[in-house]
């Protein structure tokens, strides 16, 4: 069935029209193993730098999951990893080229590019992760969330995901970014190409992203410049009970274009003195 078909027929079960549980279901199973080979996306580039969100395979997802039951994978009896769950979990690590380090888990429907290393994180269905990334340990990566090309997901770094509505736009991290050890990125926020997340940065679709580069401060939120150096920081905010901080992103600086991807991480490391 062609990919307009499996729209049509994704669509038309969640409006209600055919039994997700019989036949008319299979349209959401073709769905599923293209999300799984990367033949499909959630989101994808829509060649004006920006992204193009499919509601229709976020439909098709949920609709995955009234088709399934609840099973258990694995041996519970033995040495092998066992889950109890809706959704299996992904196993063509070698077919796609890519390493998957004990005990790291991807759900089917999940797609992991050639070269990309997963350490014991968790990548969840819906999600792609383009070619050479690192998702390090203990990193997750939710539902639909979109990772580039040679991305580094520091460790215990947590991407949001996202389902529900289906035309929300998914978290997302453009090639050659670096999000360094405990940050956490949700709400749609797009952290452009190669850009540095220093550790413990937390970005939400209200957090105010400042750039303090200049002589006055920008205040943007939901997305991370192309190439910054983005750190912790705090705004004063007045309350009835007296001023605190809140949170906030500084953009104190910039990765180098003239130097390579690696050269320019550890020149920006260096020099701004960001902690990974």
């Known amino acids: 069935m062609e990919y307009e078909g499996l729209r049509e027929a994704v669509e038309a079960l969640a409006a209600g029209d055919g039994d997700v549980r019989g036949r008319a279901g299979r349209a959401v199973d073709e769905v599923i193993a293209a999300l799984d080979d990367g033949r499909l996306r959630v989101a994808e580039p829509d060649g004006e730098g920006g992204w193009r969100v499919n509601a229709w395979i976020k439909r098709a997802i949920l609709l995955y999951f009234a088709r399934r039951d609840v099973e258990w994978m694995g041996d519970p009896?033995?040495?092998?990893?066992?889950?109890?769950?809706?959704?299996p979990i992904k196993r063509n690590y070698d077919?796609?080229?890519?390493?998957?380090?004990?005990?790291?888990v991807a759900r089917f429907g999940s797609f992991l590019g050639r070269g990309t290393i997963l350490m014991p994180g968790y990548v969840n269905i819906g999600a792609y992760v383009d070619e050479g990334?690192?998702?390090?340990?203990w990193a997750t990566v939710g539902s639909c969330a979109q990772i580039g090309k040679g991305v580094h997901l520091s460790g215990g770094v947590g991407i949001g995901g996202v389902l529900e509505?289906?035309?929300?736009?998914?978290?997302?991290?453009?090639?050659?970014?670096?999000?360094?050890?405990?940050?956490?990125?949700?709400?749609?926020?797009v952290v452009e190409r190669e850009a540095v997340l220093g550790a413990?940065?937390?970005?939400?679709?209200?957090?105010?992203?400042?750039?303090?580069?200049?002589?006055?401060p920008v205040v943007s939120k939901g997305r991370v410049p192309a190439r910054a150096v983005v750190i912790p920081g705090t705004l004063p905010k007045a309350f009835p009970a007296g001023e605190f901080g809140v949170p906030c992103?500084?953009?104190?600086?910039t990765r180098t274009e003239a130097t390579d991807r690696k050269t320019s991480l550890n020149a920006a490391l260096r020099d701004y003195e960001v902690a990974v």
């Open 200 to 216: 413990g940065v937390v970005l939400t679709a209200s957090t105010p992203i400042v750039d303090v580069r200049g002589a006055q």
């Open 249 to 253: 992103a500084l953009v104190i600086g």
């Open 77 to 87: 009896q033995g040495a092998e990893l066992a889950f109890y769950d809706k959704l």
């Open 133 to 137: 990334s690192m998702i390090d340990t």
């Open 165 to 189: 509505p289906p035309q929300a736009t998914p978290v997302i991290v453009e090639d050659g970014a670096f999000v360094g050890s405990r940050c956490i990125v949700v709400e749609g926020v």
């Open 95 to 104: 077919e796609l080229g890519v390493r998957c380090v004990p005990p790291g």
